[in-house]
Structures are given as structure tokens and as C-alpha cells.
């Protein structure tokens, strides 16, 4: 079964430092997609990155990036140079390809950006 | 392009009423679902649809119907509201099931069963 885990509830970093955000994944499909969605305090979602399981290289999107290490089954967010406009909900996401590509997410984590 | 319209945006229901929460896509997007958000549990998939007529369920589908009659609808039915039902309701779509695709969510529909 799907399973995404979230083990930093909040995190703190300071304004132009990078952060990287975890999340572990489990599933017995071979293909299978990883997402990055943001949730600022106004309650949009926003989705921020991809990896799909086959791809060779780690995404990249601007100061996104996805560090993804299949054999760990990681797939951690990496912001660099934070800016206070990143203090929101960061969730991590899968999409398994069989069984309906049904997306189940983790239970985010609350990223600071502090001045 | 309005994306992912949802009404409406605040409900309150009184324990055993029924309502439909509605969502609208204007993107010909063939994957629907919907979500319920809340405090500690990230995003639960309630139920989805893979194009019009298809529906199947999520994880947490119990007290909730769905029906897709046409690509841009996708209205989430609750039966007989209990207060266990009180959340942020997400419906969300995007292009294909399958694919480099992120979702695009509508604005929430905050929903509270007394």
C-alpha cells in the first residue's frame, strides 16, 4: 500500500539559508511519481515539483529541488536561498501508476523563515 | 481560465442534513479528485475520477458519494452530515491520470457539522 511519511512537523530556517524538507515513501509499484506542494497561510495549493521513479536526474524548478534516492526511498524538497514568502505548508505526494494513479499525500511540514 | 471553481466556500450543516459541495474545471482535464484536509493529516483522498462516468474511492470514502456525469463536473455528495465530517474539503484536477502532472486544486470549501 501507498504510504508517505512526514517526519518534520515544523522547521526553522533562517532568510537566504537553504532547507531541505523530508519524506520517505513506500510502495510496491515500480512507477510511481513524487510531487512538492506548498500551502501559504491563505490555504492554496501550489504545486511546486516532480520525479517520476525512471528519471535519472534529480528535478530541479528555480530554487526547487527534489533529491530523490530510489534506493532509500526518499524524496526530500530542497529550498535554497529561502525567502520569507517560503514560511507555509510544504506536503509531499505520491502517485503510484497502477490502481486508479490514485495521489495520497503525507502530513506536511510547517516551514519558518525567519528575518 | 477560472481552473478549479469551488462552492461553496463556508458551510455549516447541522448533524444528519445532506449537501452537495460543488467543482467545476474549465481546463478539459480528465482527472478529478477530492480531498479532505485536516490539523496533523495532510491531504486524504476521498474519492476520484480517471474521466466522465468513472469514479472509484479513495481512502476515506464512507458518508460521501460522487458521481461524474461530464468532464468539467464533479460534485461531492454527503449523505447525512456528522461531525466527524468537519474539514477543508479540496477538489483538485489535472490533465491525464497518468504523466508529469501536478494537480491543480480549487480554494477549499470549509465545512463545519454542528
Known amino acids: 500500500a501507498q504510504k508517505i511519511t512526514q517526519t518534520q512537523p515544523g522547521m526553522f530556517v533562517q532568510e537566504k539559508e537553504a532547507v531541505t524538507l523530508d519524506c520517505t515513501y513506500d510502495t510496491s509499484d515500480p512507477s510511481y511519481g513524487l510531487f512538492w506542494y506548498k500551502q501559504p497561510s491563505s490555504g492554496e495549493m501550489i504545486f511546486l515539483i516532480y520525479q517520476g521513479s525512471y528519471d535519472q536526474q534529480n528535478a530541479t524548478e528555480g530554487r526547487y529541488s527534489l533529491n530523490f534516492q530510489k534506493a532509500r526511498k526518499s524524496a526530500n524538497l530542497v529550498i535554497s536561498a529561502s525567502q520569507l514568502g517560503d514560511s507555509a505548508m510544504y506536503f509531499c505526494?505520491?502517485?503510484?501508476f497502477g490502481g486508479g494513479f490514485k495521489t495520497i499525500f503525507g502530513a506536511g511540514t510547517r516551514l519558518f523563515v525567519k528575518a | 481560465n477560472a481552473g478549479v471553481t469551488q462552492t461553496p466556500k463556508f458551510q455549516v450543516l447541522k448533524t444528519g442534513q445532506s449537501m452537495t459541495l460543488q467543482c467545476a474545471q474549465d481546463?478539459?482535464?480528465?482527472?478529478m479528485s477530492w480531498y479532505r484536509q485536516d490539523p496533523g493529516m495532510g491531504l486524504r483522498l476521498i474519492h476520484y475520477s480517471v474521466g466522465a462516468g468513472i469514479t472509484d474511492q479513495g481512502e476515506v470514502p464512507n458518508g460521501y458519494n460522487v458521481s461524474r456525469s461530464t468532464t468539467e463536473d464533479f460534485p461531492l455528495r454527503l449523505l447525512s452530515a456528522a461531525p466527524s465530517q468537519t474539514s477543508v474539503y479540496f477538489c483538485a484536477s489535472r490533465r491525464s491520470p497518468s504523466g508529469d502532472y501536478g494537480y491543480t486544486f480549487g480554494s477549499g470549501t470549509r465545512l463545519t457539522v454542528v
Open positions: 481546463m478539459n482535464h480528465e482527472y
Open positions: 505526494a505520491m502517485r503510484e
